[in-house]
């Protein structure tokens, strides 16, 4: 007889680079860790990432999303200080202004140069800094 034991694996996530205008959408953080970052979150469970994307960004800027396309996965154990996670990446543009809502505090659009300041200041959560370089390479 075998014992039934607990799989443990990484929180399963989803962030998308959204563009509005030839701008990125950021989110400031509610919640910890606060600072900017991709508006994204967790997959619940029965959900595909595709849907779950879609989900968050209705959720935390309030857009549905326009040219939906996986961008890459990033699964650094210590990309979030909090606990293991893996995020699928995605991108997007949308056709209306973002609006913040649930666990966006401020909603904002920034050039590219806006971004590597900020991400050189420690101003973005995560390893956002990373995936928007990844982008633009």
Not at 43 to 62: C, H
Not at 101 to 116: P, Q, R, S
Request: hydrophobic residues 40%.
């Amino acid at each position: 007889m075998t014992k039934n034991r607990e799989i443990i694996t990484p929180k399963l996530t989803v962030d998308a680079i959204v563009e509005y205008k030839g701008r990125i959408v950021l989110i400031e953080r509610k919640n910890l860790p606060y600072g900017w970052a991709l508006p994204g979150g967790f997959v619940d469970v029965g959900e595909t990432v595709e849907v779950a994307v879609k989900r968050e960004m209705m959720e935390e800027i309030n857009v549905e999303l326009l040219d939906l396309k996986q961008f890459h996965v990033y699964s650094d154990p210590k990309r979030d200080p909090r606990w293991h996670t893996v995020s699928v990446i995605f991108t997007a543009t949308c056709n209306k202004e973002p609006k913040a809502g649930d666990d966006a505090k401020n909603v904002a659009l920034f050039t590219k140069e806006e971004i590597v300041k900020m991400s050189n200041e420690g101003k973005l959560c995560f390893d956002h800094g990373k995936v928007i370089s990844d982008y633009f390479l």
